[in-house]
């Protein structure tokens, strides 16, 4: 059989793409893992030292200390163990520069390693003697929270990069040099001893609100995802995607896209991403016709895309469950629909680009009648429904029936469902190990999807405990992760006795071993994240002790002029300039300390209600362009590598495909219902995700430019106006008829009596700040559950939300805004004067607004349409 061109052509290289493939994984390595990996007794070393972290995680994560009595530690401890395991591994694992040994640890990298573990886990070995002298630091105490400092520092630079290290050393050299500052941001200064004590004794630092996140919920799911993967779950995501959708024009995009979101579902890497898909999509994208440069945007964007598909998130992600104070699994539930939005717009960019190119179904799928294949697909979702139905209502069942017994039934039956997956596959064949680059063949879609249905227990597992039984994060990953590990040791064992293996030891010693090696790359993972969170603490406790934040508001102020627009683009330019040499984790936390509440106080001030989980996923979102904005983007650089082109390049036309993104945020702050939030009945549902499907896709047809054919520039301005009109009908029904009325301050526990289950109270405060300002502003809270809807309970609801007031005649006073509560983080201030109380108008529902929208999309596509016969004539 004779070859195509484009075959001859790759043949002679195969042995330099896999010279290409080890490189790609090389930079990985440096990037996520640590490029040393030494042989030997240091190498096992290092592997064991990773694994005692993940035992000690999971037992940290576990309710096993408390039922035991045993080995509990307090979140201080518990921080102090965590940064000193990773500076520990950090310089064992990361060389401090290229040229520096790979395959051995230096010796005076073995000292570094020892003094960092000492001096990260120093507050756990003498917290009891620190406890008994606040602010009294000892000569000892100062010496080991500078040499912690500067050890922590050159960490960052080995496992994070350069930039984010000079990051936190400028906000060191502001903290110290505060009275010789511009008068703008000047500040009284610190002394070495406060500096110290600020950083490193106490947790306003270092061991601060994001190393205590990374202990807490981030390495559990970082350990998730590694052990998911070694079980073989990444490899059947792929699998899967090319089985679905590989005889597809452009079928290598689309896979790529689909396969990068179900990774996703357990990954927040990026990079790993980008590396663990992309050997195979990106060359059969090239091979198809997309070229490198668009091959590696397409992989690059499909993976970062990642960090933004629930559950498992980027790292940022947890951090928002400190920062807004809301259930991890309220955050999946807002961020879910943007997440579906972005990776829908992103498989319909790479399709545009398919047709603009003209290009052909790569491989052929087999033929069958489209009432065959309907009928396959409706038994498939309705069994798939049906079995999700079952299950759901089976397990509230149990509990209802068996109370406090009901957790062991439900275990059984979880191990009965994992034995019956075991079983279906040993009846299908094994799923190939990688996808054949050079003479890609699709597989049977429904025995792919057979061949690994028990990798969707441990994720049915974590999904569960998260937004059914609303368990905390790590608990929740603790339940998915034990079920896995006991996945990995049997997986084999069953597999081979179902299909009358003999010998079914070495099938448990793989699985053993791919279980040691899953926990070491769990840890190994962490290194960075770990030290990044606590190299964010400099930062962080840098604007607490000199009260930079405090400034923040009027130094925005004046640079937006008030206008919220101006500072929402202030806002998202900051991001993506810290995104030059900051990673994700770090810039969210940044520019989440600095400017989210700003955003939510000049919001208020303009007459805006932001909701404050709306600026801190502006900001994830912002964040996550870390890995691709150029010269530092590591997804972009990882997946230029794969392609041979220029990351610059890659860096860019991969920017033109996030536009369908970065659209989003600005979004849902005008509109929080692209978040789920103020969302009333299915049929509102329905109409808010049936709009802002239409209008995500038709941006992204519009930064395309290409639609049913190509657009011409009016159409294109239609195109906007009705994204536009569907994202934002509220914009015009606000022209009509305003939301809200006013109604006195006095009435304010009538109303918030009145108002359904979880909404939210809007009120118009007006105050003198600190500065001696007079301020107007307007700010909501969310009530808890309804009650018999008199005044008195709408009293006890707005004191559950953490505020308290008194009413003397008309005069309403914000007497208590409770610490930590909704309130304080929406804004509220005490001492302030409730002005008046917003309600609901009644006005009629803006959704009327999609009709004009659609009606515009329909006018394009049916003007395109007049041109498409004359397109179709045309020679190719």
């Avoid at 069958?368 to 069994?383: E, F």
């Avoid at 993972?525 to 840098?542: K, L, R, Y």
Wanted: with cysteine; charged share 15%; hydrophobic share 50%.
């Amino acid at each position: 059989m004779q070859k195509h061109p484009i075959q001859e052509e790759l043949a002679p290289t195969a042995e330099m793409q896999l010279d290409e493939n080890e490189k790609v994984k090389q930079l990985v390595a440096e990037a996520d893992t640590g490029g040393r990996t030494p042989k030997g007794w240091v190498g096992l070393f290092i592997t064991s030292v990773a694994v005692i972290w993940s035992l000690a995680q999971l037992w940290y994560a576990s309710p096993l200390p408390f039922t035991f009595a045993w080995g509990v530690f307090n979140d201080t401890e518990a921080r102090s163990i965590h940064l000193a395991f990773g500076l520990f591994l950090g310089y064992l694992a990361f060389p401090a520069f290229k040229h520096s040994p790979r395959d051995r640890v230096p010796a005076l990298d073995w000292i570094l390693a020892l003094l960092g573990a000492f001096a990260g886990g120093y507050l756990y070995l003498f917290y009891n003697e620190l406890a008994m002298r606040p602010s009294q630091p000892t000569s000892l105490d100062i010496a080991t929270g500078v040499i912690g400092l500067l050890l922590l520092l050159e960490a960052t630079r080995r496992a994070v990069g350069l930039p984010m290290a000079v990051l936190a050393i400028a906000f060191l050299a502001y903290t110290m040099a505060g009275p010789w500052m511009p008068e703008v941001v000047a500040h009284k200064g610190a002394s070495v001893p406060r500096l110290i004590s600020h950083m490193w004794l106490v947790t306003e630092g270092v061991y601060g609100i994001a190393l205590g996140v990374s202990v807490s919920f981030i390495f559990v799911y970082v350990l998730f995802g590694a052990l998911l993967d070694r079980a073989g779950a990444g490899n059947y995501m792929m699998q899967l995607s090319f089985a679905l959708l590989g005889h597809l024009r452009g079928g290598p995009a689309k896979v790529s896209v689909v396969s990068s979101a179900l990774n996703g579902l357990i990954s927040g890497s990026s990079v790993s991403n980008v590396v663990s898909g992309g050997i195979f999509t990106i060359p059969l994208m090239k091979k198809a016709g997309y070229g490198g440069v668009k091959a590696g945007a397409i992989e690059t964007m499909s993976s970062v895309d990642g960090q933004i598909m629930p559950p498992v998130m980027g790292a940022a992600a947890f951090l928002m469950v400190e920062y807004v104070g809301i259930p991890y699994s309220e955050i999946i539930k807002h961020a879910f629909l943007p997440a579906i939005l972005s990776y829908i717009a992103l498989f319909y960019i790479v399709h545009l680009e398919a047709v603009k190119l003209g290009m052909e179904p790569m491989v052929k799928g087999a033929p069958r009648p489209l009432k065959t294949r309907l009928l396959r697909w409706g038994l498939g979702m309705s069994g798939t429904v049906a079995v999700c139905g079952v299950l759901y209502y089976g397990i509230v069942g149990l509990k209802s029936v068996f109370g406090d017994a009901a957790p062991w039934l439900i275990s059984l039956a979880v191990a009965v469902l994992y034995v019956y997956a075991c079983w279906v596959v040993a009846r299908v064949p094994d799923m190939a190990p990688d996808i054949d680059v050079d003479n890609p063949v699709q597989p049977e879609m429904w025995a792919t999807v057979k061949a690994g249905l028990h990798f969707l227990i441990p994720v049915g597992v974590l999904v569960w405990c998260l937004m059914v039984d609303d368990l905390s994060p790590g608990l929740a990953a603790f339940y998915a992760v034990i079920t896995l590990i006991f996945l990995m040791l049997t997986q084999r064992v069953l597999i081979g006795m179902f299909r009358g293996a003999k010998d079914l030891r070495g099938p448990f010693k793989a699985g053993l071993h791919e279980t040691v090696l899953g926990m070491s790359d769990g840890a190994r993972n962490m290194i960075g994240i770990a030290i990044a969170t606590g190299c964010a603490g400099i930062i962080v406790g840098s604007i607490t002790l000199t009260g930079l934040g405090l400034r923040m508001t009027d130094f925005v102020e004046f640079v937006s002029s008030g206008n919220v627009v101006v500072m929402l683009l202030f806002t998202a330019i900051v991001c993506l300039i810290l995104g030059l040499g900051v990673p994700t984790t770090a810039s969210y936390i940044l520019v989440a300390t600095l400017l989210a509440p700003v955003i939510v106080e000049l919001g208020a001030r303009s007459g805006l209600v932001i909701p404050l989980i709306a600026v801190h996923l502006f900001v994830f979102y912002y964040g996550i362009m870390a890995d691709i904005t150029p010269p530092v983007g590591l997804a972009t650089f990882a997946a230029a590598a794969i392609s041979g082109e220029d990351p610059i390049a890659t860096g860019i036309q991969g920017f033109t495909y996030a536009m369908r993104t970065l659209i989003l945020p600005f979004i849902w702050i005008y509109n929080p219902q692209l978040l789920m939030i103020d969302v009333r009945g299915p049929f509102e549902f329905v109409f808010v995700v049936g709009a802002s499907l239409i209008a995500s896709l038709v941006f992204a047809a519009v930064t395309m430019r290409w639609f049913r054919v190509r657009t011409r520039w009016w159409e294109s301005l239609v195109l906007l106006l009705a994204v536009f009109t569907l994202f934002r009908p509220d914009f015009f029904m606000d022209e009509v008829t305003p939301e809200f009325r006013e109604e006195p301050a006095a009435k304010i526990f009538e109303v918030a009596g009145a108002l359904p289950s979880r909404e939210r109270l809007v009120v118009q405060i007006a105050g003198t700040n600190l500065e001696g300002d007079e301020l107007r502003k307007t700010v909501a809270v969310q009530l808890g559950e309804q009650g018999d809807g008199s005044a008195a309970d709408g009293r006890r609801r707005v004191q559950e939300a953490g505020l308290n007031v008194s009413t003397l005649g008309n005069n309403v006073t914000v007497t208590n805004v409770r610490f930590g509560s909704q309130a304080r983080r929406s804004g509220f201030e005490q001492g302030f004067e409730i002005a008046s109380v917003l309600v609901p108008s009644g006005r009629a529902s803006p959704h009327w607004f999609y009709l004009p929208g659609l009606l515009l999309v329909a006018l394009v596509w049916w003007v395109q349409g007049r041109r498409l016969p004359a397109v179709r004539l045309q020679p190719a």
